[in-house]
């Protein structure tokens, strides 16, 4: 089983920036791939980054150019660097972490990006 818990999210003015953690936990193994889902009020969550096991990385249109997916191998832990955010940024976001085994979910942490 594994546990996955981020944490860096808060309130921070547009442009502004935030640097989110997911740390994982428990046995972690045939790893696929890792990365961060969002979901905005009453929208659906959607992807905005993902890192392959082998470090190939893809992001959401929305947030190429400002947003920074990276590991810590030594500390099980992905990073999801957040600049020049913008007020449509305001979400739940999400750690994702694929197995060949299952999905696993972080519980997720708010991002409020105010005007």
């Known amino acids: 089983q594994v546990q996955l818990a981020e944490s860096g999210g808060g309130s921070v003015q547009a442009g502004g920036s935030l640097r989110l953690s997911c740390a994982a936990s428990?046995?972690?193994?045939?790893?696929?791939?890792m990365g961060w889902h969002r979901q905005a009020p009453g929208k659906e969550r959607e992807l905005v980054a993902g890192?392959?096991?082998?470090?190939?990385?893809n992001y959401a249109d929305s947030v190429k150019g400002r947003f920074t997916i990276s590991r810590d191998n030594a500390k099980n832990t992905v990073y999801l660097q957040m600049n020049s955010l913008k007020p449509e940024d305001t979400a739940v976001y999400y750690c994702?972490?694929?197995?060949?085994?299952?999905?696993?979910w972080g519980k997720g942490t708010l991002v409020t990006v105010s005007s």
């Open positions: 428990g046995s972690i193994s045939r790893l696929i791939s």
């Open positions: 994702i972490y694929v197995t060949i085994f299952s999905t696993y």
């Open positions: 890192m392959s096991n082998g470090g190939i990385t």
